[in-house]
Nanobody, 122 residues
Framework: QVQLVESGGGLVQAGGSLRLACAAS???????????MGWYRQAPGKQRDLVAT???????NYADSVKGRFTISRDNAKNTVYLQMSSLQPEDAAVYYC?????????????WGQGTQVTVSS
């Protein structure tokens, strides 16, 4: 089992910045089975979409809509992934979810956090 706890959401004006954090906890075996972590977001009435992912090796991937504005990073010693968001726009407002993909079972298994709200005022 892996538990994910997100933090850092809130209200920000357009053009502002926020940093989200996702801390993973669990058994050593579970944590070591995480192959990549990422951030996804879901606005009201819309599907949950990829924002950014980062592998154990530090390889990153971003949605086109956030490239150049958002940066994903990880602190392996703290089992924490961060999402630095800059130049926020109203369309970035959503609930942001953290995902951890593990290889603990064949085919992989995903854990999700409870989500953190990001609101951007224009």
């Amino acid at each position: 089992q892996v538990q994910l706890v997100e933090s850092g959401g809130g209200l920000v004006q357009a053009g502002g910045s926020l940093r989200l954090a996702c801390a993973a906890s669990g058994s050593t075996g579970s944590i070591n089975s995480i192959s990549f972590m990422g951030w996804y977001r879901q606005a009201p009435g819309k599907q949950r979409d990829l924002v950014a992912t980062i592998t154990n090796g530090g390889v990153t991937n971003y949605a086109d809509s956030v490239k150049g504005r958002f940066t994903i990073s990880r602190d392996n010693a703290k089992n924490t992934v961060y999402l630095q968001m800059s130049s926020l726009q109203p369309e970035d407002a959503a609930v942001y979810y953290c995902r951890a993909h593990t290889t603990i079972v064949r085919g992989g298994y995903d854990y999700w956090g409870q989500g953190t709200q990001v609101t951007v005022s224009s």
